[in-house]
């Protein structure tokens, strides 16, 4: 990055920040609690109000990096830590301007404090999705949880929801220790842990525009930015398991004479990548909980990309694949939520479905499953496939407005599909 971009970013990330501390100072001021990593320095004003919410943030974000130092010891980033340091004094600062310029605002009214709440989550969100997309340097309480992932190997998402549970925990018990109540701890801080991610992940995928908007360089920079030839023809085929929707796309590309990717596509993703191809097979369409991996991932929008659970990793891999392949030739990719990756101009998208009859008894023959097994695999692979579909297209699986053409393999036979695919394909072309 040139020395324009990077200003222009930093800019963008201290007003992301000024807007985070306003956002806190809102929520603080709702007197329903504050937000979880904000939990021990407002308490901990409450309790030695000779230094301010502000002083005591500056302090606790000191803290954390200096526990960074420890668990991180010479592999611990200086300018990094540098950076952090100097960010925790500003946030600090502006949290005590906030606070003073709120100095007048104390609503009574429960109804008005929780719609204060809700006010303050909103513009915490838009500080931090300016932060996210400044992409310069991790808030000390982000940073921390990085460090021990890094220690302890394990995800980010996680240790991000035992640290603002344990934060939490920490203030509610100096608040009864200390002041004999829950002040600094109530029910907005439960509030704002829960719905303050989601809001971030929201506005990163909704203010898509805005973002360019802001940084029009981050064209450039994503490895995913890749340029389709108009003249490329590609067909997406995706499908509820046992309809046979493998079987088409093979045999609509040996009739338009194209290149077919499925599996195939794996072992292309773990060249790209340091997975094995057992390892990518294994996790690119699991989610096994969907609720807690959604949990998990509205922490994680500050988290960098080898910070991410391996299936959000994944993805972006072989949606970087699928448009490299779409970019070289044309083709037919089977599933992987290809028809949601390319947005081309020379595409068709196909969903095949089937009945459960048929189904059963095309894993039964394929698979060797009696039918009981094969009917549970067909329902498990399909519960996967449209969690899957949801979470990284935020669209439902199968619904036909996501598709240019779904087909019953049950009613029109599998030759029937093909014929109808390869009329559509020429009125695409």
Same mark, same amino acid.
């Given at each position: 990055?040139?020395?324009?971009?990077?200003?222009?970013?930093?800019?963008?990330?201290?007003?992301?920040?000024?807007?985070?501390?306003?956002?806190?100072?809102?929520?603080?001021?709702?007197?329903?609690?504050?937000?979880?990593?904000?939990?021990?320095?407002?308490?901990?004003?409450?309790?030695?109000?000779?230094?301010?919410?502000?002083?005591?943030?500056?302090?606790?974000?000191?803290?954390?990096?200096?526990?960074?130092?420890?668990?991180?010891?010479?592999?611990?980033?200086?300018?990094?830590?540098?950076?952090?340091?100097?960010?925790?004094?500003?946030?600090?600062?502006?949290?005590?301007?906030?606070?003073?310029?709120?100095?007048?605002?104390?609503?009574?009214?429960?109804?008005?404090?929780?719609?204060?709440?809700?006010?303050?989550?909103?513009?915490?969100?838009?500080?931090?999705?300016?932060?996210?997309?400044?992409?310069?340097?991790?808030?000390?309480?982000?940073?921390?949880?990085?460090?021990?992932?890094?220690?302890?190997?394990?995800?980010?998402?996680?240790?991000?929801?035992?640290?603002?549970?344990?934060?939490?925990?920490?203030?509610?018990?100096?608040?009864?220790?200390?002041?004999?109540?829950?002040?600094?701890?109530?029910?907005?801080?439960?509030?704002?842990?829960?719905?303050?991610?989601?809001?971030?992940?929201?506005?990163?995928?909704?203010?898509?525009?805005?973002?360019?908007?802001?940084?029009?360089?981050?064209?450039?920079?994503?490895?995913?930015?890749?340029?389709?030839?108009?003249?490329?023809?590609?067909?997406?085929?995706?499908?509820?398991?046992?309809?046979?929707?493998?079987?088409?796309?093979?045999?609509?590309?040996?009739?338009?004479?194209?290149?077919?990717?499925?599996?195939?596509?794996?072992?292309?993703?773990?060249?790209?990548?340091?997975?094995?191809?057992?390892?990518?097979?294994?996790?690119?369409?699991?989610?096994?909980?969907?609720?807690?991996?959604?949990?998990?991932?509205?922490?994680?929008?500050?988290? +960098?990309?080898? &910070? =991410?659970?391996?299936?959000?990793?994944?993805?972006? @891999? #072989?949606?970087? %694949?699928?448009?490299? /392949?779409? !970019?070289?030739?044309?083709?037919?990719?089977?599933?992987?939520?290809?028809?949601?990756?390319?947005?081309?101009?020379?595409?068709?998208?196909?969903?095949?479905?089937?009945?459960?009859?048929?189904?059963?008894?095309?894993?039964?023959?394929?698979?060797?499953?009696?039918?009981?097994?094969?009917?549970?695999?067909?329902?498990?692979?399909?519960?996967?496939?449209?969690?899957?579909?949801?979470?990284?297209?935020?669209?439902?699986?199968?619904?036909? +407005?996501?598709? &240019? =053409?779904?087909?019953?393999?049950?009613?029109?036979? @599998? #030759?029937?599909? %093909?014929?109808?695919? /390869?009329? !559509?394909?020429?009125?695409?072309?």
């Amino acid at each position: 990055m040139d020395r324009r971009e990077i200003t222009k970013r930093y800019l963008i990330f201290f007003v992301g920040l000024s807007l985070t501390a306003f956002g806190v100072a809102f929520i603080t001021k709702a007197l329903l609690g504050t937000s979880p990593i904000s939990a021990i320095p407002y308490t901990l004003s409450l309790i030695i109000p000779s230094l301010t919410m502000g002083n005591w943030t500056i302090i606790f974000s000191l803290l954390l990096i200096f526990f960074q130092i420890i668990l991180l010891g010479k592999n611990a980033n200086k300018i990094e830590l540098i950076l952090q340091a100097i960010i925790s004094f500003a946030f600090g600062y502006f949290i005590d301007f906030s606070m003073y310029c709120l100095k007048l605002f104390s609503p009574d009214i429960y109804i008005i404090q929780i719609l204060s709440l809700l006010i303050g989550c909103v513009i915490i969100a838009t500080g931090a999705y300016l932060q996210v997309i400044a992409d310069v340097v991790m808030l000390p309480g982000d940073a921390f949880v990085r460090a021990i992932t890094k220690v302890i190997k394990k995800k980010f998402g996680e240790i991000r929801v035992i640290s603002d549970v344990t934060m939490a925990v920490i203030a509610g018990i100096l608040c009864l220790v200390f002041l004999h109540e829950l002040i600094g701890v109530r029910e907005g801080t439960i509030i704002a842990a829960i719905i303050t991610g989601f809001m971030v992940k929201f506005f990163l995928y909704k203010f898509k525009p805005l973002t360019l908007l802001l940084l029009p360089e981050s064209i450039s920079n994503n490895n995913t930015a890749v340029e389709i030839p108009e003249n490329n023809f590609v067909l997406t085929i995706s499908r509820e398991y046992g309809s046979g929707g493998r079987l088409i796309g093979k045999m609509v590309a040996k009739a338009l004479g194209i290149a077919y990717y499925d599996s195939e596509l794996i072992r292309l993703a773990a060249r790209e990548s340091n997975y094995s191809e057992k390892t990518i097979e294994n996790n690119e369409q699991k989610i096994d909980n969907p609720i807690l991996h959604d949990l998990y991932m509205w922490y994680t929008p500050t988290a +960098k990309e080898e &910070d =991410l659970p391996i299936i959000e990793r994944i993805f972006h @891999i #072989e949606s970087h %694949v699928i448009k490299e /392949l779409a !970019a070289k030739e044309s083709c037919i990719i089977v599933g992987r939520l290809a028809n949601h990756i390319l947005n081309h101009k020379n595409a068709l998208h196909v969903f095949i479905i089937a009945d459960m009859k048929t189904k059963i008894k095309r894993i039964v023959e394929i698979d060797k499953l009696p039918p009981q097994e094969a009917e549970k695999k067909i329902h498990n692979i399909d519960t996967e496939r449209a969690n899957h579909c949801r979470h990284f297209s935020h669209t439902q699986w199968g619904q036909s +407005k996501n598709y &240019d =053409l779904t087909l019953n393999s049950s009613h029109y036979g @599998i #030759e029937k599909c %093909v014929d109808i695919i /390869l009329n !559509a394909a020429k009125q695409s072309k």
